[in-house]
């Protein structure tokens, strides 16, 4: 028994955090998991994102690795266990780093990690990062932020194993600086990173209100039936109502609000949108969102 306890605790540093992730099938090909929808914190820790995995027949297509080292771990053991197939290539859809910081064991294994060149930008590298200052010593243990070893400037087509993968880059700030998206035209399904959010507030605070909108009326032109979004659970052809809703009608109220000479305060005061009340991070996201979107509205008003 002397013994044994040392050996406990060797075996569980070997392993590494156990996350517990449970893999969801959202097509034959396409294997999810979904993240809680909310901030990340030292109880999910880090598991408030969703990542995919697309079968290929050659290999899985990773869509975002995830917050981290043993968060990405945790989701490729899960995956042997349905299919023991080898990754084939990492997809990170922007710069946020819930959705990247799991780079690292990907990489370890010689894996190439492809996202847009705004990684060469705006990605956040330095130390601690974000999500390291959320969750827990033991669930961030090995995670080194790893950039994309491959960075595209505009759309790309790869064809790996029997699916055809189409890369879009957005072609204004939207989410983000550059979101790029996923889509597999046989299957008729998108991955469309932090363009859609469900079931929580999308958040606005790094984007533009106009070019998000535009982005998902892009988005809607592809017809997708499956579209799988960076945090959420919902997954059919009308996933991207929420966040479209909810930017759609902010839009609106503001620019009324505007036109009736309000200042930014009496704007975030008025612009509650009390429909949206039930939605969790309502409390902690929503006045920060139409802030953002003031900001960036003002100027058609100059
Ligand atoms: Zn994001």
Redesign the pocket.
């Known amino acids: 028994m002397r013994l044994l306890l040392p050996l406990c605790a060797f075996a569980l540093s070997l392993s590494g955090y156990d996350f517990a992730l449970t893999p969801k099938r959202v097509t034959p090909e396409v294997t999810c998991f979904f993240g809680e929808p909310e901030v990340m914190n030292t109880i999910n820790n880090g598991n408030m994102v969703n990542t995919c995995y697309l079968d290929t027949s050659k290999g899985y297509v990773v869509i975002d690795s995830g917050s981290s080292y043993a968060y990405a771990q945790s989701a490729y053991n899960e995956m042997k266990k349905i299919k023991p197939l080898p990754i084939a290539l990492v997809i990170n859809t922007?710069v946020?780093d819930d959705?990247w910081l799991g780079n690292g064991f990907f990489t370890q294994m010689g894996v190439k990690v492809l996202g847009s060149d705004d990684f060469a930008h705006n990605a956040r590298i330095d130390s601690p990062t974000r999500i390291q200052t959320h969750i827990s010593p033991e669930a961030y243990a090995q995670t080194v932020p790893m950039l994309p070893s491959e960075m595209i400037a505009s759309d790309t087509n790869l064809t790996i194993g029997d699916q055809e993968i189409e890369f879009h880059i957005m072609k204004q700030r939207a989410?983000?600086d550059k979101d790029m998206v996923v889509y597999v035209p046989k299957l008729k399904a998108l991955f469309a990173g932090?363009l859609v959010f469900n079931d929580r507030v999308p958040?606005l605070r790094d984007g533009d209100i106009n070019g998000w909108i535009s982005a998902l009326d892009e988005l809607k032109s592809y017809g997708a039936t499956t579209i799988v979004g960076?945090h959420g659970y919902r997954t059919d052809e009308k996933a991207m109502e929420l966040t479209y809703n909810y930017l759609t009608q902010m839009r609106s109220e503001i620019r009324s609000a505007m036109d009736e000479g309000l200042s930014i305060d009496e704007t975030i005061n008025k612009v509650t949108m009390p429909s949206f009340k039930s939605l969790r991070m309502m409390e902690s996201l929503h006045r920060g969102n139409v802030e953002a979107a003031y900001r960036t509205l003002e100027w058609e008003q100059k």
């Open positions: 922007h946020h959705h989410h983000s932090d958040s960076g």
